[in-house]
């Protein structure tokens, strides 16, 4: 089976990156010198769990991804960075429309940064 499994995986795919007993491959790479017990296709919440507790118990586990970063849709462009965009957006608006200083913070000078705003937004995304 483990040959069928690299005949199959080893035309698109190339070892990007290699860790104990976890290999992660990305999309458009290949390689025809590993052999796997078990092959997970995705590296989103259920594939990166998966894959790590596969390779902890003994099991040569390859990670198949097709984005060049692990965590899925979520961690890098989904839930994450769109709730800490909204999250400051949140404080933004507070500062602008009173809310702060009907609760006796006064804030002068309010304005967004956005090169730090994305900034912040660039860092979520290399978890």
Known sequence: MQSAI???VS????????????TVFHHG????THDADLVVIGSGPGGYVAS????QLGLKTVCIEK???LGGTCLNVGCIPSKALLNNSHYYHMAHSGDLGA???S??????DLDKLWGKRKMLSRL
């Open 52 to 55: 790590i507790k596969a390779a």
């Open 103 to 105: 609760r006796g913070i």
């Open 29 to 32: 790479q290949y390689s025809t």
């Open 107 to 112: 804030v002068d000078n309010v304005r967004l």
């Open 11 to 22: 035309s698109s795919l190339k070892i990007r990156c290699n860790r104990g007993a976890l």
């Open 6 to 8: 690299r005949n199959v």
């Open 67 to 69: 984005e060049p970063t």
